[in-house]
């Protein structure tokens, strides 16, 4: 009976695999449970190496596995413990691998954080409606004050933190502490005591600042009578509490929020430092001109100096001595030339007229007759018969008579 049964129920139904059943399971579950809050005490707690976070979510009738993967850690500012009682956010899933259903937590607190929370955005929102928040009611945060209050605990990190930093980076102004503490349920009328106290100092900017914390850790700066003074305070201020994630009321309402002191003191030392910088450089600037002046002048000198010395009577003389030993020179070789060319031109009418002379015509083989009464004949009628004529040759002369 029974096996007909299972064979028909067999026929019916289909068949799943465990991977199968997981799936649908963790479907289901992080359709139904996708965001919720779970109140209950942490057991078991785990810190991995990559950063993750495992433990187990109970209470008096049962247990839940829970993970807090190091993505969602890195943004708390509570970090988990061992028995805390405290509030998780998240959603429920299943761990197919094994088949454990547990939640992903999203964001966790610790249990009474709720209330403080609700009362915090309350506040939050009943001084906004007020325009505290406004930012055409805030004052311009000088970037160069050199004189600075700080409104801290003396023994906290935070200080330590803030005064490092204005040190490393050589920031030359002037600090005032005023001590205070920053956590219990002394710390709001203590903090409003020691910024009333900074009010009335010669500071130019006044700097609000603790380390991080919970949120009841931080607690003291959401008192509404200190978020008030501090929007009413007459000296431009910068409210830099906790990390980064962290937010608490005397942010909203300071002139200017630093994610943390140490942003705080990075803001006022990096103008400081540009300023410096645009000194420095216009000290070098001053420090050049003078030495580029004074070798432009010892320029202008040294040329002046040149002129001057080519105006003097003496450089003068000088310049004339030279001119007429230039014209001298030049005289001497004028003459010496004109010279050699009467020389040669003389000697070429020498040769001349030694070539064109009676002696050396009659050396040609020429010879030229005379009468007796010693006249040159030139003409053959001149000739009388029987009479006599001298024949001169380049040897000497003959005594001819004329025959017909």
Same mark, same amino acid.
């Given at each position: 009976m029974q096996t007909e049964l299972f064979e028909q129920e067999e026929d019916d139904t289909p068949i799943l695999n465990v991977s199968d059943v997981t799936r649908e399971v963790r479907k289901t579950l992080e359709h139904k449970f996708f965001q919720i809050w779970v109140r209950g005490e942490i057991s078991n707690l785990r810190s991995h190496s990559s950063g993750h976070f495992y433990f187990i979510l109970k209470d008096s009738k049962s247990q839940l596995k829970a993970v807090l993967f190091r993505g969602d850690a890195m943004g708390l500012s509570y970090i988990p413990k061992e028995g805390d009682e405290c509030l998780v956010f998240g959603g429920i899933t299943?761990?197919?691998?094994?088949?454990?259903?547990?939640?992903?937590?999203?964001?966790?607190?610790?249990? !009474?954080? =709720?209330?403080?929370?609700?009362?915090?955005?309350?506040?939050?929102?009943?001084?906004?409606?007020? =325009?505290?928040?406004?930012?055409?009611?805030?004052?311009?945060?000088?970037?160069? +004050?050199?004189?600075?209050?700080?409104?801290? $605990?003396?023994?906290? +990190?935070?200080?330590?933190?803030?005064?490092?930093?204005?040190?490393?980076?050589?920031?030359? =102004?002037? %600090?005032?502490?005023?001590?205070?503490s920053v956590?219990?349920?002394?710390?709001? $009328?203590?903090?409003?005591?020691?910024? *009333?106290? +900074?009010? %009335?100092?010669?500071?130019?900017?006044?700097? &609000?600042?603790? !380390?991080?914390? $919970? #949120?009841?850790?931080?607690?003291?700066?959401?008192?509404?009578?200190?978020? *008030?003074?501090? +929007?009413?305070?007459?000296?431009?201020?910068?409210?830099? &509490?906790?990390?980064? %994630?962290?937010?608490? #009321?005397?942010?909203?309402?300071?002139?200017?929020?630093?994610?943390?002191? $140490?942003?705080?003191?990075?803001?006022?030392s990096s103008a400081f430092l540009a300023h410096r910088e645009s000194i420095d450089e216009i000290t070098n600037r001053f420090l050049r001109a003078p030495k580029h002046f004074f070798s432009k002048k010892v320029d202008r000198l040294d040329f002046l100096k040149v002129r001057l010395d080519g105006s003097s009577p003496i450089s003068q003389i000088e310049r004339q001595h030279q001119h007429l030993d230039e014209v001298e020179n030049r005289l001497k070789t004028y003459l010496r030339h004109r010279r050699e060319r009467m020389v040669d031109k003389l000697q070429s009418l020498d040769h001349r007229l030694t070539n064109c002379s009676l002696k050396s015509t009659l050396k040609k083989g020429y010879t030229y007759l005379k009468n007796e009464e010693g006249k040159i004949l030139s003409k053959a009628s001149s000739l009388q018969n029987k009479g006599k004529i001298i024949a001169h040759f380049s040897d000497g002369s003959r005594n001819l008579r004329v025959e017909d």
């Open positions: 299943v761990y197919e691998a094994r088949g454990d259903f547990q939640i992903r937590v999203k964001h966790l607190m610790q249990d !009474g954080m =709720g209330s403080l929370r609700e009362k915090f955005e309350k506040l939050k929102n009943s001084l906004m409606e007020e =325009g505290l928040f406004e930012e055409s009611r805030k004052k311009a945060v000088p970037s160069l +004050a050199n004189k600075i209050g700080i409104v801290t $605990s003396l023994t906290g +990190a935070a200080l330590q933190d803030f005064l490092s930093i204005l040190k490393r980076r050589k920031w030359g =102004g002037e %600090t005032y502490l005023f001590n205070s956590q219990g349920k002394e710390a709001p $009328s203590a903090l409003r005591k020691a910024i *009333r106290k +900074a009010m %009335t100092w010669d500071i130019q900017l006044l700097v &609000i600042t603790r !380390g991080g914390g $919970s #949120l009841e850790d931080l607690w003291a700066f959401n008192d509404e009578s200190l978020v *008030r003074l501090v +929007a009413d305070c007459n000296i431009p201020t910068i409210s830099a &509490i906790g990390h980064q %994630t962290d937010f608490v #009321l005397t942010d909203f309402v300071a002139d200017l929020r630093a994610e943390t002191p $140490s942003a705080a003191a990075e803001w006022i």
